[in-house]
T-cell receptor, first 115, second 114 residues
Framework: AQSVAQPEDQVNVAEGNPLTVKCTYS??????LFWYVQYPNRGLQFLLK??????LVKGSYGFEAEFNKSQTSFHLKKPSALVSDSALYFC?????????????FGTGTKLQVIP | DSGVTQTPKHLITATGQRVTLRCSPR?????VYWYQQSLDQGLQFLIQ???????AKGNILERFSAQQFPDLHSELNLSSLELGDSALYFC?????????????FGPGTRLTVL
């Protein structure tokens, strides 16, 4: 069985400060990892993914995420938060490899950037 | 805009009723996924279809069913509706990008059961 944990329901950060949204995962094999963002009344939008290679992955809107195999984590980061980053963020995992594999989403973390 | 369309945007109905939610995937995407998002349950995977065939089932109730048609659009049927079925229902389609199937989400259908 695979799972994703987002330990914080909500993260508050001041505008201009660095932000981190935490994600840990569990899979029986190598993972593919994803971050999605959901703005109010909208569907989920893809931010970035880790498949293989460099542990630091850069994505849309200045976000990046660091894959840490030993800690089974894939935290989302941004050096300087914007008010417009306020949204719901979802981490997701699937087992690496070709063909169909089930994707499991975390419960989401609400990011509030305070002006 | 992800290219995935869902209709209707909003649906208000009464307990015991039946509704149908519709999803059109991005052009060329063969896989369609259905998710339920409620305040207390987060994003729950319901079911996946690939080119008309059921591929995977998640936490889908027996009162719910889905199908994917030859033109690849999909419908999610919810019957004997209960108050707890009130939620956002998302459809996603996927394409293989850089060796992984990346999901693209529609804007969702908000279902309110009164």
């Amino acid at each position: 069985a695979q799972s994703v944990a987002q330990p914080e329901d909500q993260v508050n950060v001041a505008e201009g400060n660095p932000l981190t949204v935490k994600c840990t995962y569990s899979v029986s094999g190598n993972p593919y990892l994803f971050w999605y963002v959901q703005y109010p009344n909208r569907g989920l939008q893809f931010l970035l993914k880790y498949i293989t290679g460099d542990n630091l992955v850069k994505g849309s809107y200045g976000f990046e995420a660091e894959f840490n195999k030993s800690q089974t984590s894939f935290h989302l980061k941004k050096p300087s938060a914007l008010v417009s980053d306020s949204a719901l963020y979802f981490c997701a995992v699937r087992i690496a490899g070709g063909g169909y594999q089930k994707v499991t989403f975390g419960t989401g973390t609400k990011l509030q950037v305070i002006p | 805009d992800s290219g995935v369309t869902q209709t209707p945007k909003h649906l208000i109905t009464a307990t015991g009723q039946r509704v149908t939610l519709r999803c059109s995937p991005r052009s060329g995407d063969l896989s369609v996924y259905w998710y339920q998002q409620s305040l207390d349950q987060g994003l729950q995977f319901l079911i996946q279809y690939y080119n008309g065939e059921e591929r995977a089932k998640g936490n889908i109730l027996e009162r719910f069913s889905a199908q994917q048609f030859p033109d690849l659009h999909s419908e999610l049927n919810l019957s004997s509706l209960e108050l707890g079925d009130s939620a956002l229902y998302f459809c996603a389609s996927s394409a293989w990008t850089s060796g992984v199937d990346e999901q693209f989400f529609g804007p969702g259908t908000r279902l309110t059961v009164l």
